[in-house]
T-cell receptor, first 113, second 112 residues
């Protein structure tokens, strides 16, 4: 595709359930980022994948959060045992390593009831 | 530790230049200065970046002081649509780059 895509666009889940959010980066982009933004808050960095290097997981808020990137392309962010405070828009971005991060996906709006 | 310091908010009249300051006194020699903005309910948007020379593109100009400890983003003719949160970020941009971390930014309000 021409841009970063994310799915689903909206996800409503019940507290305690696991969710998986998907990000398809721009083809050839070796750097991939996950962020989340709670209502009225700023952008919170979650995790950064860079090529074959070990990901920077320093932003993950708890061990309920994990992410993987298969084959250097698609990434999945998994939240286990969701809590109401996990409700937010989850954004993905990709870039060439060393280049400005210009391309953000449309986000997945997660609502935990 | 925050690498950048920005005012919480600024106001600007439509049609005037908006000058948004950023302090980054601990910037390293291999760190670039990046500016992004986020308009309400939209995703972040890249604006401009620079290392030590002043930069200009179709959106804005970036002025970096000679000691690189501060910079100013200039929107030459602000419009109502420029109302947004503006983020100044310092970041290494090489093969071993670091994550792009957004701080609290400056909320710019452009009014008519």
């Amino acid at each position: 595709g021409a841009g970063v895509s994310q799915s689903p666009s909206n996800k409503v889940t019940e507290k305690g359930k696991d969710v998986e959010l998907r990000c398809d980066p721009i083809s050839g982009h070796t750097a991939l980022y996950w962020y989340r933004q709670s209502l009225g808050q700023g952008l919170e960095f979650l995790i950064y994948f860079q090529g074959n290097s070990a990901p920077d997981k320093s932003g993950l808020p708890s061990d309920r959060f994990s992410a993987e990137r298969t084959g250097g392309s698609v990434s999945t962010l998994t939240i286990q045992r969701t809590q109401q405070e996990d409700s937010a828009v989850y954004l993905c971005a990709s870039s060439l390593v060393g280049a400005p991060v210009r391309f953000f996906g449309p986000g997945t709006r997660l609502t935990v009831l | 530790d925050a690498k950048t310091t920005q005012p919480t908010s600024m106001d600007c009249a439509e049609g005037r230049a908006a000058n948004l300051p950023c302090n980054h006194s601990t910037i390293s020699g291999n760190e670039y200065v990046y500016w992004y903005r986020q308009i309400h309910s939209q995703g972040p948007q890249y604006i401009i970046h620079g290392l030590k020379n002043n930069e200009t593109n179709e959106m804005a100009s970036l002025i970096i002081t000679e000691d690189r400890k501060s910079s100013t983003l200039i929107l030459p003719h602000a419009t109502l649509r420029d109302t947004a949160v503006y983020y100044c970020i310092v970041r290494v941009a090489n093969q071993a780059g670091t994550a792009l971390i957004f701080g609290k930014g400056t909320t710019l309000s452009v009014s008519s």
